[in-house]
C-alpha cells in the first residue's frame, strides 16, 4: 500500500522552527518528486516547495524562499521541510505528495496533478 505520512507539525511562537517529515511506504521515492502545500482556513491550497528526487531540482514559493529548506534522506525514504523564522501567516495544514519523475511548474505551484497526497500536519505559528 503505496502511503505517505506527515509528522513534525504543531504549535510555534513566531521567529521559531520546525521540520516537517514526509516518510513513504510501498514505494522508493527515488523516482519521485516529492511537494509541500499548505492550506490555511479560508484559503486556497498553496504549493511551498518541491523537489525532484532524480536531479535534485527544487522550487521555492516566494513565502518560502529563504526560510524554507527541502530536502530527502534516501536511506529513510523521506523527504523534510526545514521551517525557520515562522510567522503567523504560515499557520496551515501541511500536507507532502508525491508525483513519478519530475515535477511541473503546475504541479509545484498548486498540487494539481499530483499523483499520492497525506493526511497533512497541523502548523500553528502564535504567541
Known amino acids: 500500500q503505496l502511503q505517505l505520512v506527515e509528522s513534525g507539525g504543531g504549535l510555534v511562537q513566531p521567529g521559531g522552527s520546525l521540520r516537517l517529515s514526509c516518510a513513504a511506504s510501498g514505494f522508493s521515492l527515488d523516482n519521485y518528486a516529492i511537494g509541500w502545500y499548505r492550506q490555511a482556513p479560508g484559503k486556497e491550497r498553496e504549493g511551498v516547495s518541491c523537489i525532484s528526487t532524480r536531479d535534485g531540482r527544487t522550487y521555492y514559493a516566494e513565502s518560502a524562499k529563504g526560510r524554507f529548506t527541502i530536502s530527502r534522506d534516501n536511506a529513510k525514504n523521506t523527504v523534510y521541510l526545514q521551517m525557520n523564522n515562522l510567522i503567523p501567516e504560515d499557520t496551515a495544514i501541511y500536507s507532502c505528495?508525491?508525483?513519478?519523475?519530475?515535477?511541473?511548474?503546475?504541479?509545484?505551484?498548486?498540487?494539481?496533478?499530483?499523483?499520492?497526497w497525506g493526511k497533512g500536519t497541523e502548523v500553528t505559528v502564535s504567541s
Open positions: 505528495a508525491a508525483t513519478w519523475g519530475p515535477f511541473t511548474t503546475t504541479q509545484a505551484v498548486s498540487g494539481a496533478g499530483m499523483d499520492y
